[in-house]
């Protein structure tokens, strides 16, 4: 990615906590606009401003697809009231297996992304994202019991 131009930081485990420091703040600050974590790591980050969390891997823990980690992970996105959007890159009929009991433990559905068409899964990415900042307004404009 840094070849390709874009602006990114890293935190990870191995990594001693000054180094994982100044990540965060490159990244909380703009500077980086790209944060890439570790599982671990990314426990407990509150950065309000993430808008995109992407699985490169399906969480898993000592017995199996894991749930609480994938609603861990993509709960990193959208925060004070804000929209965003996971994205789960599938590459194999184990991370499909995965993936698959996920949503079934978590009784949810996620919408596949065309991989031989980016304008269509840009498309389709935007419409999310406009269908759940209605869903917020709305839910926000609903007087509460």
Known sequence: MLAAGHSVARVSGDMIPAERDAALKAFIAGKAKVLIGTNAVSRGLDIDTVTHVINYDIP?????????????????????????????LVYDNESRNALDKIKANLNITIDPLPIDDPDEAER??????????????????EPSS
């Not at 992970?73 to 965003?84: A, E, I």
């Open 60 to 88: 898993v823990d000592k017995d199996g697809p894991s749930k609480a980690h994938y609603t861990h992970r993509v709960g990193r996105t959208g925060r004070v009231n804000r929209t965003g959007i996971a994205v789960n």
């Open 124 to 141: 389709i990415f935007k419409k999310a994202l406009k269908e759940k900042k209605a869903a917020k307004k709305e839910a926000a404009a």
